[in-house]
């Protein structure tokens, strides 16, 4: 039996706390998920310094690679995709993508019936 005097659940905030920092000691990579509070350099948890610790801003973070043009070599890699002569995973391996983009991209070509343009070596 459901109570139906309960309150609904709060949903939870996205308060972002994460911070990256790097070591140039031992060249170590790690986050903290709290706020640190007084202290301004964390320790690293690799060597026990402080000294070197530096707070970083990883790449992934300030790019995204979703966003990214597709240039015309690119786009005839994704038509032998679309053409099914080479497989999803190995037009993201020569481009460099993702597999869902790859997969993604050949299947609106194929929606748009753009796959038709495909140069054939005879």
Do not use: H
Request: aromatic content about 8%; some cysteine; hydrophobic content about 35%.
């Amino acid at each position: 039996m459901i109570n139906s005097k309960s309150k609904p659940a709060k949903k939870a905030k996205n308060t972002n706390n994460e911070r990256w920092f790097q070591c140039m000691d031992c060249n170590f990579t790690f986050t903290i998920y709290k706020p640190m509070g007084k202290r301004r350099t964390p320790l690293c948890p690799n060597c026990g310094d402080s000294v070197e610790v530096v707070k970083i801003v990883p790449s992934a973070i300030n790019s995204r690679e979703s966003y990214k043009r597709w240039t015309k070599e690119e786009i005839e890699v994704v038509r032998k995709v679309a053409n099914r002569e080479i497989f999803p995973y190995q037009g993201a391996l020569i481009l460099d993508r993702s597999i869902s983009s790859v997969a993604c991209k050949a299947r609106r070509m194929r929606r748009k019936d753009e796959v038709k343009n495909v140069v054939k070596d005879v």
